[in-house]
């Protein structure tokens, strides 16, 4: 089995690789998810279905080689996807205090130097997004570009867009006991309703898709509680530092932020705060789905992907990359030109911004409310009187 073992805390790291070519691609995966949800993506950049070899010998890239454009064009890819700490067949830790993004970010620099990949483009998606930031901040001189899926900042941002749906899937998650509750709940909140209605044949997107997910939690196992509650203390920690930011805007690659325009779970203005942060190297994608666009919208994913690799093998001007995202979201979903120059949408957005920030201090509250109130219905369990019965006389 391919393991990669970590220096942080003796974990042990289980990792995939697909395709071949000097070009590399760590793919690293979101919150309570296994490698193998990156398979849109695993066959979309590498044409790959089954795994290579787990002897198979690692090449390491050689360094130089032609210039010509065409011998580039016929490069192939080569890519890594792994299990995250606390999920899948990778380590599961007991202690919270041992799930960190900047500790998963150094079990993602070890996985790199296990393979001999001196340098590769980083695709993370939601958490993964987060220890990517992580990772390009400590080792940006093993980055050749960023794409960055479904994240946001951390901490506040963590929290979903907050409604009636919202309180009824995050109640039904935390009762989900079996794979076919959790299907059920995943579906609900990777994907838009509109996408799950649609039909295939005789039957709906969901019911297709139910199926898959039961299957495929099924064989992987529900995550483990420590598993489940360290990466959520790693995403409510998480925060990317100003001279982090710096570090990633000065350092020389490209970066793309890829979001779900109508994703539940991580909401797409947190996004755009951080493709701002990251300009001029950094440029914004909105594409027509949710939080698990890189299923909902492959094709348009994966070709965001390549477009951000072969920027950055031609060494494409910053300035140039984050221009392209002026033009790319000035297109509605269906492709028209929108322009919107009036005062009045400006003062609703200035409104929509105050009222999300009502929003998440409420939330803060809630949670505190509601973490205080767990605790106390653990301490009145341990702590009842238990019955003993009389003794006979």
Same mark, same amino acid.
């Given at each position: 089995?391919?393991?990669?073992?970590?220096?942080?805390?003796?974990?042990?790291?289980?990792?995939?690789?697909?395709?071949?070519?000097?070009?590399?691609?760590?793919?690293?995966?979101?919150? !309570?998810?296994?490698?193998?949800?990156?398979?849109?993506?695993?066959?979309?950049?590498?044409?790959?279905?089954?795994?290579?070899?787990?002897?198979?010998?690692? @090449?390491?890239?050689?360094?130089?080689?032609?210039? /010509?454009?065409?011998?580039?064009?016929?490069?192939?890819?080569?890519?890594?996807?792994?299990?995250?700490?606390?999920?899948?067949?990778?380590?599961?830790?007991?202690?919270?205090?041992?799930? &960190? @993004?900047?500790?998963?970010?150094?079990?993602?620099?070890?996985?790199?130097?296990?393979?001999?990949?001196?340098?590769?483009?980083?695709?993370? %998606? /939601?958490?993964?997004?987060?220890?990517?930031?992580?990772?390009? !901040?400590?080792?940006?001189?093993?980055?050749?570009?960023?794409?960055?899926?479904?994240? &946001?900042?951390?901490?506040?941002?963590?929290?979903?867009?907050?409604?009636?749906?919202?309180?009824?899937?995050?109640?039904?998650?935390?009762?989900?006991?079996?794979?076919? #509750?959790?299907?059920?709940?995943?579906?609900?909140?990777?994907? &838009?309703?509109?996408?799950?209605?649609?039909?295939?044949?005789?039957? @709906?997107?969901?019911?297709?898709?139910?199926?898959?997910?039961?299957?495929?939690?099924?064989?992987?196992?529900?995550?483990?509680?420590?598993?489940?509650?360290?990466?959520?203390?790693?995403?409510?920690?998480?925060?990317?530092?100003?001279?982090?930011?710096?570090?990633?805007? /000065?350092?020389?690659?490209?970066?793309?932020?890829? %979001?779900?325009?109508?994703?539940?779970?991580?909401?797409?203005?947190? !996004?755009?705060?951080?493709?701002?942060?990251?300009?001029?190297?950094?440029?914004?994608?909105?594409?027509?789905?949710?939080?698990?666009?890189?299923?909902?919208?492959?094709?348009?994913?994966?070709?965001?992907?390549?477009?951000?690799?072969? !920027?950055?093998?031609?060494?494409?001007?910053?300035?140039?990359?984050?221009?392209?995202?002026?033009?790319?979201?000035?297109?509605?979903?269906?492709?028209?030109? #929108?322009?919107?120059?009036?005062?009045?949408?400006?003062?609703?957005?200035?409104?929509?911004?105050?009222?999300?920030?009502?929003?998440?201090?409420?939330?803060?509250?809630?949670?505190?409310?509601?973490?205080?109130?767990? %605790?106390?219905?653990?301490?009145?369990?341990?702590?009842?009187?238990?019955?003993?019965?009389?003794?006979?006389?």
């Amino acid at each position: 089995m391919p393991y990669c073992d970590s220096k942080e805390n003796g974990a042990r790291i289980f990792y995939k690789r697909f395709g071949h070519g000097s070009t590399k691609v760590l793919l690293i995966i979101g919150l !309570a998810a296994t490698h193998d949800s990156w398979g849109p993506q695993i066959k979309g950049l590498t044409g790959a279905t089954e795994a290579n070899d787990d002897d198979e010998a690692v @090449t390491v890239p050689a360094v130089g080689g032609s210039d /010509s454009s065409d011998e580039e064009a016929q490069d192939g890819i080569e890519v890594c996807c792994f299990d995250n700490r606390g999920m899948g067949r990778s380590s599961i830790p007991t202690n919270k205090s041992e799930y &960190t @993004t900047s500790i998963m970010a150094k079990d993602a620099l070890a996985l790199l130097d296990h393979l001999g990949w001196k340098k590769a483009h980083v695709v993370g %998606h /939601s958490m993964g997004g987060m220890i990517a930031c992580k990772l390009a !901040a400590t080792a940006p001189d093993r980055i050749c570009s960023m794409a960055l899926l479904n994240v &946001t900042g951390g901490g506040f941002q963590c929290f979903p867009k907050m409604d009636r749906q919202m309180l009824s899937l995050a109640l039904r998650f935390l009762r989900a006991k079996t794979p076919e #509750q959790r299907a059920l709940v995943d579906l609900e909140t990777h994907y &838009t309703n509109e996408y799950l209605d649609e039909h295939v044949g005789s039957c @709906t997107r969901r019911d297709i898709l139910y199926q898959q997910y039961v299957k495929a939690i099924s064989s992987t196992g529900m995550q483990s509680n420590c598993g489940f509650e360290g990466q959520v203390n790693a995403c409510w920690n998480h925060k990317v530092t100003s001279k982090e930011l710096d570090t990633i805007r /000065s350092s020389g690659f490209l970066v793309s932020v890829i %979001h779900g325009r109508y994703d539940i779970i991580a909401q797409v203005d947190h !996004a755009r705060t951080l493709a701002e942060k990251l300009r001029p190297v950094a440029r914004m994608v909105e594409i027509h789905g949710g939080h698990l666009v890189s299923h909902q919208r492959p094709d348009e994913v994966n070709q965001a992907i390549r477009e951000l690799i072969n !920027a950055s093998k031609f060494k494409l001007n910053p300035e140039e990359w984050s221009l392209q995202e002026e033009r790319q979201t000035a297109e509605s979903p269906t492709g028209t030109s #929108q322009t919107n120059n009036s005062s009045g949408a400006s003062n609703i957005v200035t409104a929509y911004n105050l009222l999300a920030k009502v929003q998440l201090c409420f939330l803060y509250f809630i949670g505190i409310f509601l973490m205080g109130f767990e %605790h106390m219905r653990n301490i009145l369990k341990t702590t009842k009187p238990v019955k003993v019965a009389a003794a006979n006389s």
